[in-house]
C-alpha cells in the first residue's frame, strides 16, 4: 500500500533564508505526488504536483520540489522564505487507482523575523 | 466567484445526536470528498463520491454517511455511533476522480462535543 512520510513535523527558518521541507514516499506503482499548505484554521490549497513529467516541478510562491525515485522522494524547497510562508504543509500520493489521496502527516513551517 | 463553501464554521454537538455538516461547490465538479483532519495526523478520507447518487467509504466511514442528490451538494451527518467525532473537517471537489486531478477544498467546519 501507499504511503507517505514527512520527515519532520516542525522546521524553523529565518526570513530569507532558504526552505526545506522533506518527504519520502512508499508505492508499487508509479504515483502522483502533491504538496498542499494549510494556513491557520483554513482549507488546503494546491502547491504543486508531479505526474510523471518533468521531475523538478514549479509550484506557486516560488516553492519547487525534486523527484527522485532512486530516493523515494519529493522534498519542498524555496529559496528565500517570507513571513506568509508560514502554514502546515502537507505531502500527498495518489492511490493505485487514482481515486484518494494519501496524507503526510503534515509540517508545521515556521519563520522567524 | 467559484468555489467551495462549507457550513457552518463551528458546530457542536450534544452526546447522542446526530449532525449535519454542509458543503457546496459551485465548480461544476463531478467529484466530491469529505476528510477528517486530526491533529499530527493529516487527513483521513471518509467518504467520496464520484458521480450524483453514488458513493463510496473512504478509510474511516464508521460512524458517519453522506448523500448526493445533487452534483453540488454532498452533505456529511455525524452519527451518534461517532465516539470521538471533535475534529476539523474538510470538503473537497474535483474535475474527477483521477490521480491527475487537483482536489479543492472548503475552508472547513470545526465539530466540537458538548
Known amino acids: 500500500a501507499q504511503s507517505v512520510t514527512q520527515l519532520d513535523s516542525h522546521v524553523s527558518v529565518s526570513e530569507g533564508t532558504p526552505v526545506l521541507l522533506r518527504c519520502n514516499y512508499s508505492?508499487?506503482?508509479?504515483?502522483?505526488l502533491f504538496w498542499y499548505v494549510q494556513h491557520p484554521n483554513k482549507g488546503l490549497q494546491l502547491l504543486l504536483k508531479y505526474t510523471s513529467a518533468a521531475t523538478l516541478v514549479k509550484g506557486i510562491n516560488g516553492f519547487e520540489a525534486e523527484f527522485k525515485k532512486s530516493e523515494t522522494s519529493f522534498h519542498l524547497t524555496k529559496p528565500s522564505a517570507h513571513m506568509s510562508d508560514a502554514a502546515e504543509y502537507f505531502c500527498?500520493?495518489?492511490?493505485?487507482?487514482?481515486?484518494?489521496?494519501?496524507f503526510g502527516a503534515g509540517t508545521i513551517l515556521r519563520v522567524k523575523s | 466567484d467559484g468555489g467551495i463553501t462549507q457550513s457552518p464554521k463551528y458546530l457542536f454537538r450534544k452526546e447522542g445526536q446526530n449532525v449535519t455538516l454542509s458543503c457546496e461547490q459551485n465548480l461544476n465538479h463531478d467529484a466530491m470528498y469529505w476528510y477528517r483532519q486530526d491533529p499530527g495526523q493529516g487527513l483521513r478520507l471518509i467518504y467520496y463520491s464520484q458521480i450524483v447518487n453514488d458513493f463510496q467509504k473512504g478509510d474511516i466511514a464508521e460512524g458517519y454517511s453522506v448523500s448526493r442528490e445533487k452534483k453540488e451538494s454532498f452533505p456529511l451527518t455525524v452519527t451518534s455511533a461517532q465516539k470521538n467525532p471533535t475534529a476539523f473537517y474538510l470538503c473537497a471537489s474535483s474535475t474527477g476522480s483521477g490521480s491527475l486531478e487537483t482536489q479543492y477544498f472548503g475552508p472547513g467546519t470545526r465539530l466540537l462535543v458538548l
Open positions: 508505492s508499487s506503482y508509479s504515483p502522483s
Open positions: 500527498v500520493v495518489s492511490d493505485e487507482y487514482g481515486n484518494k489521496l494519501v
